[in-house]
């Protein structure tokens, strides 16, 4: 079965970094989209980025891009979310999520997720 689990996440002060790692295993993912989403409590899930292991393609909310990016590690099956000049309102659990193929910013058409990494980020 397909199994992701994520690390990297803890508390940090703004302007500070933090690598998300996402470690997916269970099958091979050449040919899936893994995403990142983050939730604050009292709010609805929320898209921040993606990699198209297939086109190798990268998309990025517009309130993180300039200072997140994702890489990955082929090897390990490792997706990564670097988050740089972090502001209080990112604060949130960040999730991995997979899902075959193609490209989706919505939460509902991915089927595999991890169990999230809390990030918090104070002023």
């Known amino acids: 079965q397909v199994q992701l689990v994520e690390s990297g996440g803890g508390s940090v002060q703004a302007g500070g970094s933090l690598r998300l790692s996402c470690a997916a295993s269970?099958?091979?993912?050449?040919?899936?989209?893994m995403g990142w989403f983050r939730q604050a409590p009292g709010k609805e899930r929320e898209f921040v980025a993606a990699?198209?292991?297939?086109?190798?393609?990268?998309y990025y909310a517009d309130s993180v891009k300039g200072r997140f990016s994702m890489s990955r590690d082929n090897a390990k099956n490792t997706v990564y979310l670097q988050m740089n000049s972090l502001k209080p309102d990112d604060t949130a659990v960040y999730y991995c999520a997979a899902r075959y193929y193609l490209y989706s910013r919505f939460p509902r058409e991915y089927p595999y997720w991890g169990q999230g990494t809390q990030v918090t980020v104070s002023s």
């Open positions: 990699f198209n292991w297939s086109t190798e393609n990268t």
């Open positions: 269970g099958r091979t993912f050449s040919r899936y989209v």
